[in-house]
């Protein structure tokens, strides 16, 4: 379904380590700053299912593709109604950190079909006004997780499954922009700034 509802929907996606969330913060503080009303937000998200999801990242055991992918369909239609939609009702400007461009993606590389993911995907959801890809290798991203964030990677962030994850992203990511990610960050958010600013002004949200 397309965004019938006065507010803009942006989506950011990208594997992990490409600098999403900086991304996604650094945007929300510039629109902020130009007086435009916005709301940050992510997928999973801390709700009851997306509570659920984060816990497996971690544990040892990792739930089967298929609970994966229900549970993250479920906590998407819980943000879509409590959240994304009721802001885009009253006007505002929704950043997304993650999307069902995601769920394609990285249940799509445990063995699900992506393309039926999308499909479902797009059917059951709401399609964002603007998508942002980062794009960086997953050998650059495994380096920056290892040696940024001076933690060690989850379930999710295993080279060879980041590498499947980015495969399946270029099958899936058709309307999507790609921003590059190696870029410095003042630059990339500037790079996508501009691009919002243009479709605010082609859906007369200026
Ligand atoms: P995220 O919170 O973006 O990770 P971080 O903030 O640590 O970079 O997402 C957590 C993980 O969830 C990420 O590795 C990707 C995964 N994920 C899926 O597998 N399917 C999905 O539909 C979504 C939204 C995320």
Known sequence: MKNQYPGFFLVIE??????????????????KKMGKDCLLTFEPTNGKWGAILRQSFTGAE???AN????????????HLENVIIPALKDG??????RYYFSTAAYQGARGLD???????????????????????????AINRIRHGRKEKENNFEQLDYLKSVAKIYGTVKNG???????????????????LILQRLEDKNLN
């Open 67 to 78: 609970e994966e992918l229900g549970l993250f369909m479920k906590d998407r239609q819980d």
């Open 92 to 97: 505002r400007i929704i950043i997304c950190d």
């Open 14 to 31: 990208g594997i992990d380590g490409s600098g999403k969330s900086t991304l996604a913060n650094n945007l929300y503080l510039a629109l």
């Open 62 to 64: 990792r739930l089967s």
């Open 176 to 194: 999507c922009i790609p921003l590059d990610a190696t870029l410095p960050i003042e630059e990339l958010t500037d790079q996508a700034l501009k």
């Open 114 to 140: 992506p393309q039926a993911i999308l499909a479902e995907s797009r059917a059951k959801s709401l399609e964002p006004d603007l998508c942002l890809f980062l794009e960086l290798s997953p050998e650059e």
